[in-house]
């Protein structure tokens, strides 16, 4: 786990620790401890907070990395379509 962890360093990460998820930047993984850093959202007072955790990396159960993320909405579907085509029409025309 530790070596996998490591591939890791300073990506956005999605990490089931115990019996929760994170979405975590791994700072460092040395010996069995694993730094990340994460937030938490208040939205009563609109506030965020960062925080900084060390935990044994045994307690890693899961790593999720997200790809990518595509709307459903056709409208925004499209529009992203388009932009993602833009650069191969540019390269057609020369």
């Not at 709307?71 to 390269?91: A, G, H, I, Y």
């Amino acid at each position: 786990m530790k070596s996998v962890l490591q591939s890791y360093l300073d990506q956005e990460i999605w990490l089931l620790i115990r019996d929760k998820w994170y979405f975590a930047t791994i700072i460092n993984v040395c010996d069995d401890l694993l730094c990340f850093k994460h937030r938490t959202h208040n939205k009563d007072t609109e506030e965020d907070t960062l925080w900084e955790m060390v935990v044994k990396t045994s307690e890693v159960v899961a790593i999720d990395k997200v790809i990518s993320v595509m709307s459903r909405k056709p409208d925004v579907f499209m529009s992203r379509l388009l932009e993602t085509n833009r650069p191969n029409d540019n390269q057609q025309q020369d």
